[in-house]
């Protein structure tokens, strides 16, 4: 089967350059480094989603603090081994950046959406808010070229939540949605706590990959 990975994985973001480029890795000679990209909601909140860029890119672009550009590429995850333990690391890969300036029709632009096709890799966890608003935790295994994967932690909202609740292992689905930062306090056995940033897709919109007749209808609840 013919698989092709840029439709699996298709993300674009519109943002502000809020950090300096710091270098992050080389491969096969290539550089690459990560900066992080301000990005704003519809309810004015601010999401800072980390980008990875190959210097292949940099030609005739400088990444200057406050700089608008746009950014279209893959949503990825990698593992770090800290401290004896496995942390999943998310980051925006880059295929493509852009100032921002120059693309036409830039109010109608979608500044944040992210579309995966993937299988549901874990039981999906539904639970409701103490205001009763349904929520479902979903990760996602992308598949991406040279027999890789991307495990990706999603959220589900609503009618979606629902839809996926009872989701077996295994399924492919298809979910539309955009790339959102959360802080969170990591607690360590020592009494002691740690501000960490979580990065995850909020689901506006799933269906079940190539089958029609169980296709959600449910319309997107935007989460602000």
């Known amino acids: 089967m013919n698989t092709n990975y840029s439709e699996n994985n298709h993300l674009v973001l519109v943002g ?19 900066f992080n990209l301000e990005v704003i909601r519809l309810s004015s909140t601010v ?9 292949r890119l940099l030609t005739g672009l400088e990444l200057e603090i406050g700089k608008k550009v746009k950014v279209e590429g893959q949503f990825r995850s990698y593992n770090n081994y800290e401290n004896e333990r ?3 690391i998310l980051t925006v890969f880059a295929k493509e950046i852009i100032e921002a300036e120059v693309v036409e029709d830039e109010k109608d632009e979608v500044t944040n959406e992210v579309v995966l096709v ?33 495990y990706i932690p999603s959220i589900a909202w609503g009618r979606n939540a629902r839809f996926c609740q009872n989701m077996e292992v295994g399924t492919e689905v298809k979910i539309t949605g955009r790339v959102q930062s959360r802080n969170y306090e ?10 960490r940033v979580a990065y995850e897709v909020s689901i506006a919109s799933m269906e079940i990959a190539n089958n029609e007749e169980t296709e959600s209808e449910a319309e997107a609840e935007e989460v602000v």
């Open 16 to 34: 502000k350059i809020v950090s300096e480029k710091n270098y992050s890795h080389e491969i096969y000679g290539e550089k690459f480094y990560v």
């Open 47 to 55: 999401d800072i989603i980390p980008i990875t860029v190959s210097e």
């Open 86 to 88: 496995n942390r999943l």
């Open 118 to 150: 993937g299988y549901i890799c874990k039981k999906p966890i539904y639970r409701q808010t103490p205001f009763g608003r349904e929520i479902a935790d979903v990760l996602l295994a992308v598949n991406r070229a040279y027999n890789k994967s991307d």
């Open 186 to 195: 990591k607690k360590f056995e020592d009494g002691t706590t740690q501000t």
